[in-house]
């Protein structure tokens, strides 16, 4: 089975900086997703990764540790527009096409 | 042309109706997906398509029955569904199995049953 979690609901202030977290027990383990959703739209693809460490792309970067079963999402200097729904997945076995997605994150930039 | 388009964007049908979802994509990519998303729920999956074969079907009961006509094509047809059906039915294309390919998402179908 999988399970992927996620803090449901965070705040955090323009211009900041907010750490999401992801903890995930999964059958196979083959890459961590994190997707940007907005309210009413599809998700959107914001970063992979598959071994140890640390990605950075942008404002965002993403990390994993794959023996402890953890990831986070840093989102920095925090626009308006970040303010979204963040969804952490997991990728299981190889060659299955599978990726499931954890409860996902609500994230509201207050001015 | 990065896009997955699906069609319609809104459907309302009751109990006894009969309708289809459809979904394109023209990326070239190799596996399809359904996933069904209640409001504020993450996305859920339904059914994996790679090369035209359904590969997953996550246990998803038989008035949803997935149909992968070509490459480029993935319908859902739907019937006899429950008021508990309602959603926004998401399509993705993804270019293979490779672990690290990532899922394009369509902007759904959302959909009601009365």
């Known amino acids: 089975g999988q399970n992927i979690d996620q803090p449901t609901e965070m705040t955090a202030t323009e211009g900041a900086i907010v750490q999401i977290n992801c903890t995930y027990q999964?059958?196979?383990?083959?890459?961590l997703f994190w997707y940007q959703q907005h309210a009413g739209e599809a998700p959107t693809f914001l970063s992979y990764n598959v071994l140890d460490g640390l990605e950075e792309k942008g404002r965002f970067s993403s990390f994993l540790s794959r023996s402890k079963g953890y990831s986070y999402l840093l989102l920095k200097e925090l626009q308006m527009k970040d303010s979204a729904s963040y969804l952490c997945?997991?990728?299981?076995?190889?060659?299955?096409?599978?990726?499931?997605f954890g409860t996902g994150t609500r994230l509201t930039v207050i001015p | 042309d990065t896009e997955v388009t699906q069609t319609p964007k809104h459907l309302v049908m009751g109990m006894t109706n009969k309708k289809s979802l459809k979904c394109e994509q023209h990326?070239?990519?190799?596996?399809m997906y359904w996933y069904k998303q209640k409001a504020k729920k993450p996305p859920e999956l339904m059914f994996v398509?790679?090369?035209?074969?359904?590969?997953i079907n996550e246990s998803v009961p038989s008035r949803f029955s997935p149909e992968c006509p070509n490459s480029s094509l993935l319908n859902l047809h739907l019937h006899a569904l429950q008021p508990e059906d309602s959603a926004l039915y998401l399509c993705?294309?993804?270019?293979?199995?490779?672990?690290?390919?990532?899922?394009?998402f369509g902007s759904g179908t959302q959909l009601s049953v009365l």
């Open positions: 398509y790679s090369y035209e074969k359904l590969s």
């Open positions: 997945a997991v990728r299981g076995q190889t060659g299955a096409n599978n990726l499931f």
């Open positions: 993705a294309s993804s270019q293979d199995n490779t672990p690290g390919e990532k899922l394009f």
């Open positions: 990326m070239g990519h190799r596996a």
């Open positions: 999964t059958s196979g383990f083959n890459g």
